[in-house]
């Protein structure tokens, strides 16, 4: 009789440990998801929407300096242009509140530390995803933003051969959510946002011109910047937002991007690391029309100025609006070779390069801007030879790395 009873105990027991032990591991999950994610639990996200201090610090930021200063979102704002952008138009007088998920493409200290230097010059950034249409509308009910500087992004050609879904999550999804917000808005905001020069993709004529094909993207990021500029032209047709698309070619820069090219030949030619610069089939030479970060703001700046208001609200459209798009290139296309050669020259280090053919990962060969159309609509000057953009990208790369021993010499 006391056999049955001991085995039932004992299965009630293992029963129990089970238990205990899948609740551990539930309760374990939940801990580990709520601190790596803090603001992606909806009871979590709503209490930091009724945060008094939250508000206050986007009706400060969004609140203009200059009598008839804009109030700007300035989607990406702890990005490169981001961040530069903002600060400009903080310093000549107009609100900026900032938006940006601060996601790990790359070192995410880089992004505080432009978070630090904008919150002194008095921009605020909100941490939060594009896609976030309830965060979205918050803003907008805090801030009655005229303008809308959309950079946020998934940047980067090679980053789409592992995570292609970044690409569409902020490049196409999160420029439809942040439309599908504005459109609704009475009244409706103007919108710049950020192409770019890779949507000319394969093409051989240069300088690449506005009027040229753009169907032969080469790049998962190109097409979802083609996407882009097809989606603008749907939400101007039908709710009359005004939009300008603006394609950037190869930005660089103080405070610029590492994933990109200027900035890790940098800092492995500093650490003595070999850099491969690629060729094209017969040694063809890749180069790109490199635009320095100042001659950028002062496009993206045009294009705002020049913007038109919207027509429509409450997503209705009242009338035909603004539709544009703008080539914000340097149009004086440098070796990536002659790149290296004066980065050798500023650093006083011998680059370890080797040659090799260029990988197929969607990089084109060359990039080269007609910014004719820029420069008379935007008054877009760009003044900054590659040369001289770069001596002040690498002071800023000391000052703000501090890497220890050179090298060897040039
Ligand atoms: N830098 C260039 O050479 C270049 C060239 C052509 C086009 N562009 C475009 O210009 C814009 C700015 O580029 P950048 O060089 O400053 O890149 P960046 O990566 O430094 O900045 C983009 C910022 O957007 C944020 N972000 C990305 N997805 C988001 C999302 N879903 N929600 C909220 N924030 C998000 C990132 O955290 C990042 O801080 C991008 O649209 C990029 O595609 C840049």
Known sequence: ?????????????????????????????????????????????LKYLEDSDWKYQILNSGRPKSR????????????????????????????????????????????RAREDLLKSKDVFIV??????????TKLFKLVKFTHVMHLAAQAGV??????????????????VSLLEVCKLMNPQPAIVWASSSSVYGLNKKVPFSEIDRTDNPSSLYAATKK???????????????????????????????PDMAYFFFTRDILKGKQISVFEGLNGFTVSRDFTYIDDIVKGCLGALDTAT?????????????????YNLGNTSPVPVSKLVNILEKLLKVKANKV????????????????????????????????????????????????????????
């Not at 009789?1 to 009630?12: W, Y």
């Not at 601190?35 to 992606?40: E, G, I, K, Q, R």
């Not at 996407?227 to 610029?256: D, K, M, Q």
């Not at 208001?309 to 798009?325: C, D, E, F, M, N």
């Open 355 to 410: 040659v090799s053919p260029m990988p197929a990962n969607g990089d084109v060969l060359f990039t080269h801007a007609n910014i004719s159309l820029a420069r008379r609509e935007l008054g877009y000057k760009p003044t900054t030879d590659l040369q001289s953009g770069l001596k002040k990208f690498v002071a800023w790369y000391l000052d703000y790395y501090k890497p220890s021993g050179k090298k060897s010499s040039v």
């Open 127 to 136: 941490e939060g995803d594009i896609n976030d249409g309830v965060l979205l």
């Open 1 to 45: 009789m006391d056999k049955p009873l001991n085995a039932n105990r004992l299965r009630t027991h293992f029963s129990l440990i089970k238990l205990i032990a899948w609740t551990c591991i539930f309760l374990g999950l939940i801990l580990f998801f709520s601190l790596h994610y803090p603001h992606s639990s909806p009871s979590n996200r």
């Open 158 to 175: 090679r980053y789409a051969m592992k995570n292609p879904g970044s690409y569409v999550h902020s490049n196409i999804g999160g420029f």
């Open 309 to 325: 208001k919207s027509t429509g609200s409450g997503g209705i459209k009242k009338g035909p609006a603004q539709l544009r798009v």
């Open 68 to 111: 008839n200063g804009f109030r700007v979102l300035v989607t990406g704002a702890a990005g490169f242009v981001g961040m530069h952008v903002s600060t400009a138009l903080r310093q000549r007088g107009d609100g900026v509140v900032g938006l940006d998920n601060f996601n790990g493409y790359y070192e995410k200290s880089l992004k």
């Open 227 to 257: 996407a882009g500029e097809a989606i603008a032209h749907t939400y101007n047709h039908i709710h009359g937002l005004s939009i300008t698309g603006l394609r950037f070619f190869t930005v660089y820069g103080p405070w610029g991007r």
